[in-house]
């Protein structure tokens, strides 16, 4: 799994970094995105919201999180 790290990155490019990587992702396939500021994870999970990808977040320790999504081709999409 690709792991991207964010860390001191503010938005929108962690937002951009996901976008770009999900671009390459097939069915199925994950990876991770790691990030130190809240606002990374409000947007990812607006953005990613109502898609065909899954996340799935967890702060690690205070004030780091993983971020880690999965496209999942049959799921609902966003128009």
Known sequence: MQIIDCFGDFCPLPL???????????????????????????SIMERF???????????????????TITYKQNAEEKD
């Open 16 to 42: 951009l970094k996901a976008l770009k990587a999900c671009k390459l992702l097939s069915e199925g396939e994950s990876f991770m995105l790691v990030t130190d500021h809240s606002c990374t994870v409000e």
């Open 49 to 67: 919201q109502n898609t065909k990808y899954h996340m799935l977040v967890d702060e690690v320790m205070n004030g780091v999180w993983e971020i």
